[in-house]
Structures are given as C-alpha cells and as structure tokens.
Nanobody, 122 residues
Framework: DVQLVESGGGSVQAGGSLRLSCVVS????????MGWFRRSPGKNPSGVAF???????TYADSVKGRFTISKDSAKNTLYLQMNSLKPEDTAIYYC????????????????WGQGTQVTVLG
C-alpha cells in the first residue's frame, strides 16, 4: 500500500546535472521527514539531503552548493536537483521517509524507494 517510486537517474559527464524524483503513495509525505541517501560500491550508505515537515533543509558537506532538495506537497513528490556533478557522486540514490531520531541514520527511516542509478563519467 505504501510506495516510494524513484526516477530521473542516468549517466552524465562530470559537471552535468540531473533531477531525481520520488513519488509517494499510501501516506502523506508532508507529515514526515524525507531525505535522499546514496550507496556506492564498496562504501557504506550515506545521507545526502533532507527536508523536514516544516520545510527546513539539511545537506551533507560534500553536496552543499551543488544539490537542492525540494518537495511538492500537492503532488506528494520529493525532488533532488543535482548540479556540477562529480565522479564521486556515482551511486544508487534512494529516497526515504520517516520520523528519525537522527536524520543521518538510514535505519531510523520507515519507508524506502527502490533506488535509481546515477553515474558520473570523467
């Protein structure tokens, strides 16, 4: 019944841009903290960006100034605009929702999308 469906991934050259989307059904996303995590081969999953129910945002230091998280409550959709992409951004990106005690801890979230692959070349 609860689903998070991600899209927008792809392969781009370094310096390029992508916008990821996460469409939520089965619950009202605006009542939860929502965020993006990423997982790359040989590395632990890490938090990327988060938006709280009041609209406040938080970013990992590695993406500040390059990525922007936003939400459209009417469409129950979360977005991640990624600019100036670097090879280190290559990963599977997942959207997540919950009421986390610590926004950086993946296991604190209740709902997850299936993931979308982002590959940055060069």
């Amino acid at each position: 019944d609860v689903q998070l469906v991600e899209s927008g991934g792809g392969s781009v050259q370094a310096g390029g841009s992508l916008r990821l989307s996460c469409v939520v059904s089965g619950f009202t996303a605006s009542r939860y903290c929502m965020g993006w995590f990423r997982r790359s081969p040989g590395k632990n999953p890490s938090g990327v960006a988060f938006v709280d129910s009041d609209g406040s945002t938080t970013y990992a230091d590695s993406v500040k100034g390059r990525f922007t998280i936003s939400k459209d409550s009417a469409k129950n959709t979360l977005y991640l605009q990624m600019n100036s992409l670097k090879p280190e951004d290559t990963a599977i990106y997942y959207c997540a929702a919950g009421l986390p005690a610590n926004i950086w801890v993946a296991t604190d979230y209740n709902y997850w999308g299936q993931g979308t692959q982002v590959t940055v070349l060069g």
